[in-house]
């Protein structure tokens, strides 16, 4: 609560200094409105109440959200941590916007983790949490937030593989560049391309069973790499949804480690 308060009152000050920006720039450039600051204190309040409801509108969704995560981890009785590891954002962050990253190069973006929540469920190791990509634009930036969600297991011996759906963006051509073109398409190729290095033993573990259930429940990306799987949501979904995530991604892995020969 303190931090919201804090950043609340940094956001009063960012509003008044943008709402004086602004009006300097304006009148500097069309001579509008007439009068110096004191002749338009109304407009100049105006400005700065409004900027200040924005900014505060957005800090309490964000607040509001790692709240929401806190009470889920208790639940859970999981860790609750409102940002997470830099290094692990970054390994995140690479494996999920790689091609990305090798087009332009890494310097071009940040990842950070938020609302990070981890523990045991099913003996295996779960973390959910928001990875936000960064990528600078010249002198500005473009932000995505996704949901994701990582299950690893020192047991675990899967090939490596990515899974993404197809969509008008072209997830699958970006699959196709990060593994060389090696693709598979399966029996659900209307909403998912594989690309792997092992395609013939990756097919393996994809089941009729889980084909079907991937047939049907649409969006996911899956990214298997050593003993650790990468389940990721482009949209950023919200934390009374995450529960649910969990345990589809967890059925998922499960029938990726025991897959049903029929």
């Given at each position: 609560?303190?931090?919201?308060l804090?950043?609340c009152?940094?956001?009063?000050?960012?509003?008044a200094?943008a709402?004086?920006?602004?009006?300097?720039?304006?009148?500097?450039?069309?001579?509008w409105?007439?009068?110096?600051?004191?002749?338009?204190?109304?407009?100049l309040?105006?400005?700065v109440?409004?900027?200040?409801?924005?900014?505060?509108?957005?800090?309490?969704?964000?607040?509001?959200r790692?709240?929401?995560a806190?009470?889920?981890?208790?639940?859970?009785?999981?860790?609750?941590?409102?940002?997470?590891?830099?290094?692990?954002?970054?390994?995140?962050?690479?494996?999920?916007?790689?091609?990305?990253?090798?087009?332009?190069?890494?310097?071009?973006?940040g990842?950070?983790?938020?609302?990070?929540?981890q523990?045991?469920r099913?003996?295996?190791?779960?973390?959910?949490?928001?990875?936000?990509?960064?990528?600078?634009?010249g002198?500005?930036?473009?932000?995505?937030?996704?949901?994701?969600?990582?299950?690893?297991?020192?047991?675990?011996?899967?090939?490596?593989?990515?899974?993404?759906?197809?969509?008008?963006?072209?997830?699958a051509s970006?699959?196709?560049?990060?593994?060389?073109?090696?693709?598979?398409?399966?029996s659900?190729?209307?909403f998912?391309r594989l690309?792997?290095?092992?395609p013939?033993?990756?097919?393996?573990?994809?089941?009729?069973?889980?084909q079907?259930?991937?047939?049907?429940?649409?969006g996911?990306e899956?990214?298997s790499?050593?003993?650790?799987?990468l389940?990721?949501?482009?949209?950023?979904e919200p934390?009374?949804?995450?529960?649910?995530?969990v345990?589809?991604?967890?059925?998922i892995?499960?029938?990726?480690?025991?897959?049903?020969?029929?």
């Open positions: 609560m303190i931090s919201f804090l950043r009152a940094l956001a009063i000050v960012g509003a200094i709402t004086v920006g602004i009006f300097a720039v304006v009148k500097g450039i069309f001579g409105p007439a009068g110096g600051f004191r002749d338009n204190s109304g407009l309040l105006t400005g109440a409004g900027f200040t409801a924005y900014i505060i509108f957005l800090e309490y969704r964000r607040f509001a790692q709240s929401d806190r009470d889920l981890a208790k639940e859970w009785s999981f860790r609750f941590s409102a940002k997470g590891d830099d290094d692990l954002a970054r390994r995140f962050g690479l494996r999920v916007a790689g091609r990305d990253v090798g087009l332009v190069g890494d310097k071009y973006f990842f950070e983790l938020e609302n990070v929540i523990g045991v099913d003996g295996v190791n779960v973390l959910i949490a928001d990875l936000l990509i960064i990528k600078y634009l002198e500005g930036s473009e932000d995505t937030t996704l949901t994701v969600i990582s299950l690893r297991d020192r047991d675990l011996s899967l090939p490596a593989f990515t899974l993404l759906p197809t969509t008008p963006r072209g997830s970006r699959s196709e560049r990060e593994f060389g073109g090696l693709v598979r398409e399966m659900y190729k209307r998912y690309s792997s290095h092992q013939e033993i990756t097919d393996e573990l994809l089941s009729p069973e889980l079907a259930h991937l047939a049907v429940h649409h996911w899956i990214r790499e050593d003993n650790n799987v389940f990721v949501r482009r949209d950023h934390v009374d949804g995450w529960d649910s995530l345990a589809e991604s967890i059925q892995l499960k029938m990726l480690m025991n897959p049903d020969p029929t």
